[in-house]
């Protein structure tokens, strides 16, 4: 006798998450009557934070519905663009460069490079924060309430996906790269004792810091952050 399957449709936007073994012919799956659809979704690669809808036989379905033997379940992928948590972004270790520009655009973004999977789930909850990564099996963890991957190898296409699929409200030059903090403009006079005689002779606007007080202007880097904030621009 044969066993009980069913088939899952995966979208092509969504065919990238597969495991190599499901990319080249059409995707079926057992079923024991025990295994949910959002399980056998994820075992086969795609992450339910990827999903925006699941329907069996065109009637939507949950990630709960235990798939029926012939049934024929399709799997699409999240609509953009999709509602950002009021607290923002965190991002995993590996994203330090992204968490920096969008720091530069001003979305509030946390970031720690020091946090394992356990602890970043466990940050992301307490802040209701939507947790940013490349690693599909920290988005498949149960604990975790709001994930997201990124897509892209380089920085420019990684912020690039982010502000396609959040649209995020952007305030440029208003929060500190470093730490997150919110940047305040403040007289050269005030911060006169941390900066160096070159700066202090060369610059006469800055920012500072309100929480780890470090400074900041308008420096050899400038036009690289201001190319940075105009592609943003574009991008929105």
């Not at 380089?154 to 997150?180: H, I, M």
Request: proline fraction near 7%.
């Amino acid at each position: 006798m044969e066993p009980a399957r069913a088939q899952i449709l995966i979208a092509d936007d969504l065919r990238i998450f597969l495991r190599p073994r499901y990319r080249t012919a059409p995707t079926w799956v057992r079923c024991d009557g025990v295994s949910t659809l959002g399980h056998l979704v994820q075992s086969l690669g795609v992450p339910l934070t990827e999903v925006g809808s699941l329907t069996v036989a065109g009637t939507p379905a949950s990630p709960s519905y235990r798939p029926q033997d012939g049934d024929v379940a399709r799997v699409d992928a999240v609509r953009r663009p999709q509602p950002l948590p009021p607290a923002g972004f965190l991002l995993d270790v590996h994203l330090g460069t992204l968490a920096r520009r969008l720091r530069l655009l001003g979305v509030d973004t946390a970031y720690s490079n020091q946090a394992d999977d356990g602890e970043l789930v466990e940050q992301a909850n307490a802040g209701h924060r939507l947790l940013l990564t490349q690693d599909r099996g920290l988005l498949c963890r149960r604990a975790l309430r709001a994930g997201a991957y990124v897509r892209g190898a380089r920085p420019d296409d990684q912020l690039a996906d982010v502000l396609d699929r959040f649209a995020p409200e952007l305030s440029p030059w208003t929060r500190c790269p470093a730490c997150n903090g919110p940047l305040v403009a403040v007289s050269k006079a005030s911060v006169d004792s941390l900066l160096r005689p070159g700066t202090r002779r060369t610059y006469k606007d800055f920012s500072q810091c309100h929480d780890c007080d470090k400074v900041y202007w308008r420096g050899a880097h400038a036009t690289t952050l201001e190319a940075i904030v105009r592609a943003a621009s574009i991008c929105r």
